[in-house]
């Protein structure tokens, strides 16, 4: 009985997962004192498991961010990919990021090419056996790649977010 237990306790149900999300982004740091918290959205969430442990995971997501003022409109938009390490119903996802940040203000707008990590945790409640849902928090860091961009004064520090989102995931 304790051999059955302890198998299912770190069984996964599915091979891989393609879902959607949607919550809320917290900017945190120098990047907190400029920015409004803004809407999450989790375009792609997908995974694959090459054992009931590992796996890979690949996210696409974008959140939207006000200044305090309201000037200024900010769009972070993200893929980000990595290794997944699973346990129980928890996912570990330490990933590398490709950012993309777009400042909007009186019909100007500035990309801001960047790249960076996230560090996400993913908590999956089984709905059956094709459908689950995801709670998500993930940690997002990221700086400028340009170095233009560096001595303009955009990239001596990195920015950051905290996401907490919820999903919904199609099994397979």
Not at 102 to 118: A, K, P, Q, R, W
Request: glycine share 14%.
């Amino acid at each position: 009985m304790l051999y059955f237990f302890g198998t299912q306790l770190f069984a996964q149900d599915s091979k891989g997962y393609v879902g959607l999300s949607l919550g809320v982004s917290i900017p945190s740091a120098d990047t907190g004192e400029t920015l409004e918290s803004g809407l999450e959205l989790g375009l792609i969430n997908l995974g694959f498991r090459f054992s009931e442990t590992f796996g890979a995971t690949l996210n696409w997501g974008a959140s939207g961010h006000n200044t305090d003022g309201g000037l200024v409109t900010v769009g972070v938009g993200y893929l980000s990919f990595g290794p997944m390490i699973s346990a129980g119903g928890f996912d570990f996802k330490p990933q590398y990021a490709i950012v993309s940040t777009v400042f909007e203000s009186f019909g100007e707008e500035l990309t801001i090419d960047c790249t960076g990590f996230v560090l996400g945790g993913t908590y999956n409640i089984p709905l059956s056996s094709n459908w689950a849902l995801a709670a998500n928090a993930d940690y997002l860091s990221f700086k400028p790649t340009d170095e233009e961009q560096e001595n303009l004064g955009l990239g001596d520090e990195s920015d950051n977010m905290f996401k907490l989102s919820m999903g919904i995931r199609y099994l397979f």
